[in-house]
């Protein structure tokens, strides 16, 4: 819905003006919120060299003012020694910054965190809309003060092969009744949840996590596996990049190819590219094969975790609605099928009349749900996350 044209523009204008000059005026330095901002800091070990980058942070979190019923592309910053109002990439809001430093001007993009600090904003905030608006399954972590860009550089590196054979094998069973609903954490076939940290590992932690299940359905040992040794020694023969990305097939073959992956006590995570380190007498698992799903089919999806195990999927991640997920079932209809991250579904079922794939995600256990997070099930493949589903063997 855009601002409407003639005189009925400027009614809304008006409005506008009068709703954010009244929500400035009761609008006071609260220590409380100081307290909380501190708190913040210091539980995900914030730091900000630029004062701007502070203030920008510290009004994400707690300075949201105006909810605004027509989508205003201000841009603009109104800046004095109290208030800078930013306007909003999306509907909806217009957002308050409480300034402790004086500037006489100063335009949109003067820092990378004020690229997004409003649209992270205004989805933190939809959160709790008292209008009901927006989604409501998210929340502020240790990602919030992180640009799209960021995530996706840092985080977010999976590399589907441009050019491949698809090792397409599975046989689907349509007349199969699968359970309503599946985990693999009651069975003990999940490790716990990792932190890959600055290092676009996810594809790594995707691979081990599914291998890690099918060790312990063969073997009764639950044992994490190497995610560094696939970053250090699944390289270029592989097509995988360690930090800078790789894909799980590819992992998967390395193992096979190795004749073993290292366990994760002998071979421990380092967050970035390293010399490669396998020693055969520290081998945890083998792999013999795997298979890849069909794109697309969230029923041959639903079947494989069913009846093998988890499997390693990619998702689309780059929208601020899923790195700052926390409960609920994730649907965001901008979500695309381009898949740019590796994550691992470890079951599925319903919540409130809403089917949803459960998946472990390896962003530490302050993402989500305690690292999981409940991706929208049987809604049209939603964030691509069947196009390139695949699970090893033992």
């Given at each position: 819905?855009?601002?409407?044209?003639?005189?009925?523009?400027?009614?809304?204008?008006?409005?506008?003006?009068?709703?954010?000059?009244?929500?400035?005026?009761?609008?006071?330095?609260?220590?409380?919120?100081?307290?909380?901002?501190?708190?913040?800091?210091?539980?995900?070990?914030?730091?900000?060299?630029?004062?701007?980058?502070?203030?920008?942070?510290?009004?994400?979190?707690?300075?949201?003012?105006?909810?605004?019923?027509?989508?205003?592309?201000?841009?603009?910053?109104?800046?004095?020694?109290?208030?800078?109002?930013?306007?909003?990439?999306?509907?909806?809001?217009?957002?308050?910054?409480?300034?402790?430093?004086?500037?006489?001007?100063?335009?949109?993009?003067?820092?990378?965190?004020?690229?997004?600090?409003?649209?992270?904003?205004?989805?933190?905030?939809?959160?709790?809309?008292?209008?009901?608006?927006?989604?409501?399954?998210?929340?502020?972590?240790?990602?919030?003060?992180?640009?799209?860009?960021?995530?996706?550089?840092?985080?977010?590196?999976?590399?589907?092969?441009?050019?491949?054979?698809?090792?397409?094998?599975?046989?689907?069973?349509?007349?199969?009744?699968?359970?309503?609903?599946?985990?693999?954490?009651?069975?003990?076939?999940?490790?716990?949840?990792?932190?890959?940290?600055?290092?676009?590992?996810?594809?790594?932690?995707?691979?081990?996590?599914?291998?890690?299940?099918?060790?312990?359905?063969?073997?009764?040992?639950?044992?994490?596996?190497?995610?560094?040794?696939?970053?250090?020694?699944?390289?270029?023969?592989?097509?995988?990049?360690?930090?800078?990305?790789?894909?799980?097939?590819?992992?998967?073959?390395?193992?096979?190819?190795?004749?073993?992956?290292?366990?994760?006590?002998?071979?421990?995570?380092?967050?970035?590219?390293?010399?490669?380190?396998?020693?055969p007498k520290n081998r945890a698992a083998t792999c013999s094969k795997y298979t890849e799903l069909p794109y697309g089919s969230e029923?041959?999806?639903?079947?494989?975790?069913?009846?093998?195990?988890?499997?390693s999927v990619g998702v689309d991640a780059s929208r601020p609605t899923f790195f700052l997920y926390k409960s609920g079932v994730y649907?965001?209809?901008?979500?695309?099928?381009?898949?740019?991250?590796?994550?691992?579904?470890?079951?599925?079922?319903?919540?409130?009349?809403?089917?949803?794939?459960?998946?472990?995600?390896?962003?530490?256990?302050?993402?989500?749900?305690?690292?999981?997070?409940?991706?929208?099930?049987?809604?049209?493949?939603?964030?691509?996350?069947?196009?390139?589903?695949?699970?090893?063997?033992?």
């Open positions: 819905m855009g601002v409407p044209a003639g005189p009925s523009r400027m009614t809304w204008v008006v409005w506008v003006l009068l709703l954010c000059t009244s929500a400035m005026a009761q609008l006071h330095k609260d220590p409380t919120l100081d307290n909380h901002w501190d708190l913040w800091k210091k539980t995900y070990g914030r730091q900000y060299k630029e004062k701007v980058d502070e203030i920008a942070m510290q009004a994400m979190r707690f300075q949201t003012v105006c909810f605004l019923p027509v989508q205003i592309l201000f841009f603009q910053q109104c800046c004095n020694q109290y208030y800078s109002l930013i306007s909003c990439q999306m509907p909806f809001l217009v957002l308050e910054i409480q300034q402790e430093t004086k500037q006489s001007s100063c335009s949109y993009g003067t820092s990378i965190l004020l690229r997004e600090t409003a649209r992270n904003v205004i989805n933190f905030t939809l959160t709790r809309s008292p209008l009901g608006l927006g989604p409501r399954f998210q929340g502020m972590n240790h990602l919030g003060d992180r640009t799209s860009e960021e995530v996706m550089s840092l985080m977010s590196s999976l590399r589907v092969p441009s050019q491949w054979q698809r090792n397409v094998t599975y046989k689907s069973n349509p007349n199969q009744i699968l359970p309503d609903s599946v985990d693999w954490r009651e069975k003990g076939c999940v490790t716990e949840v990792k932190y890959q940290g600055a290092c676009g590992s996810c594809w790594a932690f995707s691979a081990v996590g599914a291998l890690e299940a099918q060790l312990k359905l063969k073997t009764g040992k639950l044992v994490s596996l190497s995610a560094q040794n696939l970053v250090d020694c699944s390289n270029e023969k592989y097509s995988n990049k360690g930090c800078n990305g790789g894909f799980m097939t590819r992992a998967f073959q390395y193992i096979i190819d190795n004749k073993g992956i290292d366990s994760e006590a002998s071979y421990p995570y380092k967050a970035m590219d390293g010399k490669c380190r396998y020693d029923v041959a999806l639903a079947e494989a975790v069913a009846n093998k195990g988890p499997v649907f965001d209809p901008s979500c695309t099928q381009n898949v740019n991250h590796g994550v691992l579904v470890i079951g599925y079922g319903k919540l409130n009349g809403k089917d949803y794939w459960l998946v472990k995600n390896s962003w530490g256990v302050n993402f989500g749900d305690q690292g999981y997070i409940r991706m929208a099930r049987n809604s049209g493949n939603h964030c691509g996350i069947a196009s390139f589903p695949s699970y090893p063997e033992i």
